[in-house]
């Protein structure tokens, strides 16, 4: 199974850009990297998914490098609605190889 | 439209009691999955059914029980509740069980054990 690193805390303030890094050495050939965002007292919320290079959607970018061994999540100009979890999960699904939640970051944005 | 539903959202009750958390998804989705998430805010997958077949059994107490009556439900059964249960228990589900479907959570039962 793919373990993966993140920092535990980020601070922030409003309109800045934040860069969260997760590392993950032994991700397998057929893994995925996923992020999801957890608010207080609701489900986790999928926000981005890749493979290689980088992939944007409205809310978010990932970069992943050519190795796969880390990947950057990166949300542009945070507010304060966007204090919450971020997990990072790396995997391909299924039985054998199950996506795990690790620790997350927390991140907190201030005024 | 709510994707993916549990009730109760709040659990009370008391040790050696035997309680169960209902889920359904209007997704069609072919995989759902239980996860419990402790104090420390760890989370951490419990089972996970594909078309009604279990196909994740973490190392869970057999005294967790889930249930799929079709592939739009999954209902957690929990016997003989300890202090330990006391947890927040989400269930989830994804179009299918590889890890390039986004998965798609409930808002979670608070369960606490007295």
């Known amino acids: 199974l793919a373990k993966t690193t993140q920092p535990i805390s980020m601070d922030s303030y409003e309109g800045q850009e934040v860069n969260i890094t997760c590392s993950h050495n032994n991700i397998a050939t057929n893994d995925y990297i996923t992020w999801y965002q957890q608010f207080p007292s609701q489900g986790p919320r999928f926000i981005i998914q890749g493979y290689k290079t980088k992939v944007t959607n409205e809310v978010a970018s990932l970069f992943i490098p050519a190795d796969r061994k880390s990947s950057t999540l990166s949300l542009p100009r945070v507010s304060l609605s966007d204090t919450a979890v971020y997990y990072c999960l790396v995997g391909a699904g299924g039985a054998t190889n199950k996506l795990i939640f690790g620790t997350g970051t927390l991140l907190a944005v201030q005024p | 439209d709510t994707a993916v539903s549990q009730t109760p959202k709040y659990l009370v009750t008391q040790m050696g009691n035997d309680k169960s958390i209902k889920c359904e998804q209007n997704l069609g989705h072919d995989t759902m999955y239980w996860y419990k998430q402790d104090s420390k805010k760890f989370l951490k997958i419990m089972f996970s059914y594909n078309n009604k077949e279990l196909i994740i059994n973490e190392t869970v107490p057999n005294r967790f029980s889930p249930k799929s009556p079709d592939k739009a439900h999954l209902n957690l059964h929990i016997n003989s509740l300890e202090l330990g249960d006391s947890a927040v228990y989400f269930c989830?589900?994804?179009?299918?069980?590889?890890?390039?479907?986004?998965?798609?959570f409930g808002p979670g039962t608070r369960l606490t054990v007295t």
């Open positions: 989830a589900s994804s179009q299918a069980a590889q890890g390039a479907y986004e998965q798609y």
